[in-house]
Antibody, heavy 126, light 111 residues
Framework: QVQLQESGPGLVKPSQTLSLTCTVS??????????WSWIRQPAGKGLEWIGR???????NYNPSLKSRVTISVDTSKNQFSLKLSSVTAADTAVYYC??????????????????WGQGTLVTVSS | QSVLTQPPSASGTPGQRVTISCSGS????????VNWYQQLPGTAPKLLIY???QRPSGVPDRFSGSKSGTSASLAISGLQSEDEADYYC????????????FGGGTKLTVL
């Protein structure tokens, strides 16, 4: 079955750009009608959706992060990536990647996140 | 402040039935389906309920979901110690070009 694995630096300095990659295994990132999302979770807090990309390259971002986020996909490597610019301590969190799939019924799409990667902790500190 | 509102905590004894609520608005729960995720300590979230009331393969039928208007609920019957976890609701929000929103999470304690 499809598995996702996040990778990237665990420590980023304030004002710099956080960069993470999610590698998809067990299936092609291009097959099927899936979105590929990034979600984060500060320690002891809830989940926050960051954004998603479709294999065509179209993206949607969380309005509160939109000005700082870029999500891209590399189908040749079966990966998608996250860049978050101008980071502060508030961006310290466990970052998860997840596949967003679902079903279409009577012209309406119903989606959900499954599976998720195991998550990677990114700390913003000098 | 999360867009979807959940109680921060819930508890029950083994065998009991507990419910967790999730309140939203017309732009999210009122217009779209609700998914529930279970996060066991130290692990990534796992899909528990999708499309309001559907269970993925492997999820026990002790877990059930429902939705009415702009609110949703997760019910767990026959509570077991391994159900102790954080539970999150999520829905697509149609405002601002569309985005996913989550509840703040409910920590379930099995007494």
């Amino acid at each position: 079955q499809v598995q996702l694995q996040e990778s990237g630096p665990g420590l980023v300095k304030p004002s710099q750009t956080l960069s993470l990659t999610c590698t998809v295994s067990g299936g092609s990132i291009s097959s099927g009608s899936y979105y590929w999302s990034w979600i984060r979770q500060p320690a002891g807090k809830g989940l926050e959706w960051i954004g998603r990309i479709y294999t065509s390259g179209s993206t949607n971002y969380n309005p509160s992060l939109k000005s700082r986020v870029t999500i891209s996909v590399d189908t040749s490597k079966n990966q998608f990536s996250l860049k978050l610019s101008s980071v502060t301590a508030a961006d310290t969190a466990v970052y998860y990647c997840a596949r967003e799939g679902g079903i279409a019924v009577a012209g309406t799409t119903y989606n959900w996140f499954d599976p998720w990667g195991q998550g990677t902790l990114v700390t913003v500190s000098s | 402040q999360s867009v979807l509102t959940q109680p921060p905590s819930a508890s029950g004894t083994p065998g009991q039935r507990v419910t967790i609520s999730c309140s939203g608005s017309s732009s999210n729960i009122g217009s779209n389906t609700v998914n529930w995720y279970q996060q066991l300590p130290g692990t990534a979230p796992k899909l528990l309920i999708y499309s309001n009331n559907q269970r993925p393969s492997g999820v026990p039928d002790r877990f059930s979901g429902s939705k009415s208007g702009t609110s949703a609920s997760l019910a767990i019957s026959g509570l077991q110690s391994e159900d102790e976890a954080d539970y999150y609701c999520a829905a697509w929000d149609d405002s601002l070009n569309g985005h996913w929103v989550f509840g703040g999470g409910t920590k379930l304690t099995v007494l």
